[in-house]
């Protein structure tokens, strides 16, 4: 059975996550950031998932302690990784990339464009609908990645390492009114399978 | 303080929990795994089980009469902020052969009301609510001798008041209040790792008939937290009667939940706020004169990223002749609320105006249905404009209330209810 940790950083939606991956058959649950890579290897994890929150990231040196955890464990581990709304801005953060005030926030019904079908956006071209809550966005993408979705508002949607499976999504690909998140989730599974 | 979780209760150091258990959900075994923990839990004691007549306290109830059998007393407070006729029907629903449960109906509507008084922000009324629910239980409890409460939390309550997004009056121990020291009994929650689907499942399992395992959540303060800022008797009765209108029509529909809230028509008067009338009218392709916005002073509960956001409900009205001519809108309505909230950080809902009475009291009803799966996101329904329009004319007919609004925000960034 695959083993998916999802690293919970106090977002509302963080427990749907684990639900999702759970009835794709993965082994899921919640784990705190503060996690040492031995025990995610104890665990026999083969991937993280990092969910959102209500926090911002603005520098690397401001971060609230649960978030600077995150960093810390983004950096470690040669795990794959989805990370989702606030851990998306951190991941592009703590890998050089910039997160800032979003021009336009966005919440609820959001359209993404896929510019590029690229792995957890498999079959999902031209578009599909998703949810999101954020009142911040990438600005910058850190070297070595690429954008591979975006919507009116936000340029950076979705993007992903050039080499490595590590992916960020701005939108909430865990809620039910995103009805092609599971296709993420899915096509997460199969890249790291 | 029991410890129900400890098969899959992932805690840190904070007291916060963290792992829900939704793997494969069996009703059948999940029955089996929780009546044995109850029974373990316990052991010879006697429980109290509060119970409203909503799928989350009625499946807890039952899951505990299965665990305890003649050991649980189940009773129903009547807080006062129930709707009309609520506490005699739930109570002989109750006590159907099918569910039989009987409870003792507990009144302490006064009580309430008085707990309450002069409280117009969100958190503290239902700060309020929470003490005084929880004193009247406390003596209940120890009236029937009982050293435990079971109570029907379910998963988004705690992850909701723990998230600071909004107190939920039954979260006691997640927040770091011993219900023991404070109120004199053990908690036992038999549903905290479920979402609202899997109890639904869980009833259907228990052969709750099918309209009470269905039912449309109904908040614990109930009423209290659709009557927007302060309570008063007027309120609470235009409440009821627009609740009973609203409950009617829209019945048919199926969503999974729809209700009326009611706010007192004062208005911010903030020149920044000016902007909005030209932003509404961008977004419908109308000339700004035939939207005006109102922004009400009362505040209202949102959530925005991630966040809980306790800001302003504006309502856009649209004149009648345009509205005849273009219909519902949902489309433009839909641009027209993200544009809002969008660009106005302190906007957290948007409402349009079905229809208003000139003249009349100076209390607005504001009509909210929505779809959701597990509550933690919402969609607006596409109530048909011709039923919105009647549930507007018989509700200002009854001459309580001068206009009647429809609320067209999304969860985020609102929430499903007001408060």
């Known amino acids: 059975m695959t083993v998916i940790p999802v690293v919970y950083v106090k977002g509302q939606y963080n427990h749907l996550i684990a639900r999702r991956l759970q009835e794709l058959g993965v082994d899921s649950q919640l784990v705190p950031p503060s996690t040492p890579l031995s025990k995610l290897e104890a665990m026999g994890a083969d991937a993280l998932v990092m969910g959102g929150g209500p926090q911002s990231v603005r520098s690397l040196d401001s971060l609230p302690q649960e978030l600077k955890e995150a960093s810390d464990l983004m950096r470690q581990t040669k795990l794959p990784m989805l990370c989702i709304c606030v851990t998306h801005q951190l991941m592009a953060t703590t890998f050089g990339g910039k997160t800032n005030l979003a021009r336009k926030p966005e919440f609820g019904p959001v359209e993404v464009y896929v510019n590029e079908e690229d792995t957890i956006l498999q079959g999902l071209k031209p578009s599909f609908t998703a949810w999101e809550s954020h009142n911040d966005e990438v600005v910058a993408l850190p070297p070595s990645f690429k954008a591979l979705a975006s919507s009116e508002n936000c340029k950076i949607q979705a993007m992903r390492h050039e080499v490595r499976n590590v992916f960020g999504v701005e939108f909430h690909p865990e809620v039910s009114h995103t009805p092609k998140g599971v296709d993420i989730f899915k096509n997460f599974l199969a890249a790291i399978g | ?419």
């Not at chain 2, 002989?92 to 922000?121: H, T």
């Not at chain 2, 905290?192 to 008939?209: A, I």
């Not at chain 2, 309120?235 to 209700?259: A, C, D, H, M, R």
């Not at chain 2, 035939?290 to 009362?298: L, S």
């Open chain 2, 1 to 419: 303080m029991i410890n129900n979780k400890s098969s899959t209760g992932g805690t840190v150091a904070s007291g916060e929990r963290l792992s829900v258990a939704v793997q494969g959900f069996h009703p059948s075994s999940f029955l089996t795994s929780e009546t044995a923990r109850l029974e373990k839990a316990v052991s010879t004691g006697k429980a109290i089980a509060a119970v409203s007549g909503g799928v989350d306290s009625t499946v807890a109830a039952l899951v505990a009469k299965k665990a305890l059998g003649d050991r649980l007393s189940p009773i129903f407070i009547d807080t006062g902020f129930l709707r009309a006729g609520e506490p005699e029907e739930v109570k002989s629903r109750l006590a159907d052969s099918a569910i039989g449960l009987r409870v003792r109906l507990v009144r302490a509507g006064g009580r309430f009301l008085e707990g309450v008084k002069g409280q117009s922000a969100a958190e503290e009324k239902r700060k309020k609510f929470r003490e005084t629910f929880y004193q009247v239980l406390g003596e209940e409890a120890k009236r029937d001798g009982c050293e435990y409460v079971v109570q029907g939390t379910i998963a988004p309550d705690w992850i909701e008041t723990q998230g600071g997004i909004k107190t939920q009056h039954n979260v006691l121990q997640q927040v770091g209040i011993d219900p023991l020291t404070s109120f004199g009994f053990k908690i036992i929650e038999p549903l905290s790792e479920l979402y609202k689907d899997q109890v639904r499942l869980l009833g259907r399992h228990l052969n709750l008939p099918n309209d009470m395992s269905q039912r449309q959540p109904f908040p614990g303060p109930g009423l209290l937290v659709r009557c927007i800022g302060n309570v008063s008797k007027t309120k609470l009765g235009v409440l009821k009667s627009s609740t009973k209108i609203i409950e009617e029509k829209l019945g048919p529909f199926n969503y999974e939940q729809y209700f009326g809230a009611v706010i007192e028509n004062r208005f911010v008067k903030d020149p920044a706020y000016k902007k909005l009338q030209e932003t509404a009218a961008a977004a419908l392709g109308l000339p700004a004169p035939e939207t005006p916005v109102d922004v009400f002073e009362d505040r209202v509960t949102g959530v925005k990223g991630d966040d809980r956001a306790y800001g302003r409900l504006a309502g856009i009205k649209i004149r009648e002749d345009s509205r005849e001519t273009l219909g519902w809108l949902p489309e433009k309505l839909r641009h027209a609320q993200s544009t809002i909230v969008e660009g106005m950080p302190e906007i957290t809902r948007v409402a349009v105006l079905v229809k208003e009475r000139r003249g009349g009291p100076p209390l607005s009803v504001i009509v909210r249905a929505v779809s959701t799966r597990d509550f933690m996101t919402a969609a607006v329904a596409p109530v048909p404009w011709k039923i919105l329009k009647d549930i507007a004319e018989s509700i200002l007919k009854s001459g309580d209330a001068s206009r009647v609004y429809y609320d067209i925000s999304p969860k985020p960034p609102g929430t499903i209810e007001f408060e």
